[in-house]
């Protein structure tokens, strides 16, 4: 009987402790309207002139034909190494000269080898009379000729142009927020947190800032999902873009 007087008296104790003792904040109120925002995408791009070019050669023959199809060649390593010397005698910085024996022909598809000769090169004005004498210099012996030529340009502050690129993009997700917020007869609050974009919507509109200008292969590369983007490459000028993803606070 007394064990259970002082079971009842200690449930009656509980049911009457303040809600304030068991961690509730005194006088707390819910909010009504939860806070409210947006998110958008924004894209941005910057340009500049170049400061220099990748150059790839691709040295090889025209595919010989026997009795079961194309025969498999090589180029011989003396005639990558005799371009090597000619680029170096019109100014080329030996240190940037690679030279790949197993490279791909460019002119007759993968299952063709050639030779690779690659270079940076820094004097964009001289490019064009400097291309144009090494074709002249193949043509002029026997042996494996250019097959083809691959170009892209670069910046040495790639930085500088990404934050423009940065700041572009930005501000064009702040646009967007704002119409978005006027559909919603709000207004535009504080920014609460911004992200790059890696959405579908980046491979049809490439961004990637220096990383993706870092990796570009050819000029005006980027050939994504097919078709091949609008950013510029070319001895004039070098563009790289970012996709931004905002979200911005809404207020009434």
């Known amino acids: 009987m007394k064990n259970a007087l002082l ?3 200690l449930l009656a104790s509980l049911l009457l402790v303040p809600s304030t003792s068991l961690g509730a904040t005194p006088n707390q109120e819910i909010p009504s309207d939860p806070a409210m925002s947006v998110t958008v995408l924004g894209y941005g791009a910057a ?3 170049p400061d220099s070019v990748s150059v790839n050669l691709y040295i090889g023959d025209q595919p010989s034909y026997g009795p079961a199809g194309p025969e498999l060649s090589f180029v011989e390593p003396t005639d990558l190494e005799e371009v090597s010397k000619f680029l170096i005698e019109h100014g080329i910085d030996v240190e940037t000269i690679e030279i790949n024996y197993l490279s791909r022909n460019y002119a007759y598809g993968p299952s063709s080898f050639a ?3 690659a270079f940076t090169f820094n004097e964009l004005d001289r490019l064009l009379s400097l291309m ?3 074709v002249d210099e193949m043509e002029g012996r026997r042996g494996p000729t250019i097959q083809g030529a691959n170009m892209v ?4 502050d790639c930085a500088a142009l990404e934050l423009e690129a940065m700041r572009a993009a930005l501000e064009d997700a702040r646009q967007r927020a ?4 006027g559909l919603l007869e709000m207004s535009l609050g504080r920014v609460i947190s911004v992200s790059e974009d890696v959405s579908p919507v980046g491979a049809i509109r490439p961004a990637g800032g220096c990383i993706a200008h870092a990796g570009q292969t050819a000029t005006g590369g980027y050939y994504l999902m097919g078709t091949p983007s609008s950013l510029a490459n070319s001895p004039s000028e070098v563009e790289v873009a970012i ?3 905002a979200t911005f606070a809404l207020e009434k």
């Open 243 to 245: 996709m931004i993803k």
């Open 115 to 117: 030779g690779e000769v």
């Open 178 to 181: 704002t119409r978005m917020a």
């Open 7 to 9: 079971t009842l008296l």
């Open 132 to 134: 144009q004498e090494i």
């Open 47 to 49: 340009s500049t002139a």
């Open 153 to 156: 340009f670069r910046v040495e």
